[in-house]
């Protein structure tokens, strides 16, 4: 079945930089649209940064100018560059993906520490 794995999270000082990936495994075939999502400790789940298959992004207002989504369709994997990272930051960051002919998929989730 299709599997979505994150990696990339850890531990780093406010101002700093972290790339988080998303390898996607088994036959997805098309994916209209790949996602990063975020959720601190007693808060819901948000939308971070999505991409389409053609490339349009969109981003939360809270990481516009810091953060930058790109997707490497041949590797079928997405990336989420992170800058400037502040301490709201943190939180446990999952990659999601909606396969156009299948359901959609959600990775294990990766920490992302943002200390002050």
């Known amino acids: 079945q299709v599997q979505a794995v994150e990696s990339g999270g850890g531990l780093v000082q406010a101002g700093g930089s972290l790339r988080l990936s998303c390898a996607v495994s088994g036959s997805p075939g098309i994916i209209n649209n790949m996602g990063w999502y975020r959720q601190a400790p007693g808060k819901q789940r948000e939308l971070v940064a999505s991409i389409t298959s053609g490339g349009r992004t969109n ?10 989504i790109s997707r490497d369709n041949s590797k079928n994997t997405v990336y989420l560059q ?3 990272l502040e ?3 943190t939180a446990v960051y999952y990659c999601n993906l909606k396969p156009y002919f299948l359901l959609e998929v959600w990775g294990q989730g990766t920490l992302v520490t943002v200390s002050s």
């Open 87 to 89: 301490p709201e930051d």
């Open 59 to 68: 981003y939360a207002d809270s990481v516009k100018g810091r953060f930058t």
């Open 82 to 84: 992170m800058n400037r």
